[in-house]
T-cell receptor, first 111, second 116 residues
Framework: DQQVKQNSPSLSVQEGRISILNCDYTNSMFDYFLWYKKYPAEGPTFLISISSIKDKNEDGRFTVFLNKSAKHLSLHIVPSQPGDSAVYFCAASPYGNKLVFGAGTILRVKS | DAGITQSPRYKITETGRQVTLMCHQTWSHSYMFWYRQDLGHGLRLIYYSAAADITDKGEVPDGYVVSRSKTENFPLTLESATRSQTSVYFC???????????????FGPGTRLTVT
């Protein structure tokens, strides 16, 4: 049973437009959420996070929104750039340091 | 080099062989983790360690063994490799949860393991 779901395996966006990546979770005990970015042949790198006490966190072109009632979070990238093309993983923490990851979404930004 | 390193980066082994993947971090992080990445499954936790000599199972521990005698090292051993263990393996580390930002895990570059 996947506790963190990324239902879109891939997303294609034009350069300069907004990219929206979605993530749903089932465990109401999750209290911290993270997004990771992964390029081929590299390890995932941390992108942005949000605590369950907030509904929005911004860092430059990246914004994460959390809707606790819907158990849904999304990552917005504005404007999208070709260098943003990567696999994006959503992750959630039930407690302490353990993370549960989604299956990932491949983002392609076309120039 | 500072950071987290994994060796080897690529490994081909035969079914039934024992193979050990190495992980080393220089941050003195308390926590270390082993994940495997498979298409359609994302990253699944195999084992983790909260400190030296403290380890615990993750989501998919069967067929794997870990140890942590030193804070900086966290080797993963496949005792008798099977084809289903063909995967990309990532090691990660983090500080202690509760401090700002310490849920973040820092990943190594990965080891691509093929079991023939």
């Amino acid at each position: 049973d996947q506790q963190v779901k990324q239902n879109s395996p891939s997303l294609s966006v034009q350069e300069g437009r907004i990219s929206i990546l979605n993530c749903d979770y089932t465990n109401s005990m999750f209290d911290y959420f993270l997004w990771y970015k992964k390029y081929p042949a590299e390890g995932p790198t941390f992108l942005i996070s949000i605590s369950s006490i907030k509904d929005k966190n911004e860092d430059g072109r990246f914004t994460v929104f959390l809707n606790k009632s819907a158990k849904h979070l999304s990552l917005h990238i504005v404007p999208s750039q070709p260098g943003d093309s990567a696999v994006y993983f959503c992750a959630a923490s039930p407690y302490g340091n353990k993370l549960v990851f989604g299956a990932g979404t491949i983002l392609r930004v076309k120039s | 080099d500072a950071g987290i390193t994994q060796s080897p980066r690529y490994k081909i082994t035969e079914t039934g062989r024992q193979v050990t993947l190495m992980c080393h971090q220089t941050w003195s992080h308390s926590y270390m983790f082993w994940y495997r990445q498979d298409l359609g499954h994302g990253l699944r936790l195999i084992y983790y360690s909260a400190a030296a000599d403290i380890t615990d199972k993750g989501e998919v521990p069967d067929g794997y063994v870990v140890s942590r005698s030193k804070t900086e090292n966290f080797p993963l051993t496949l005792e008798s490799a099977t084809r289903s263990q063909t995967s990309v393996y990532f090691c990660a580390s983090s500080g202690t949860a509760g401090l700002a930002g310490d849920y973040e895990q820092y990943f190594g570059p990965g080891t691509r393991l093929t079991v023939t």
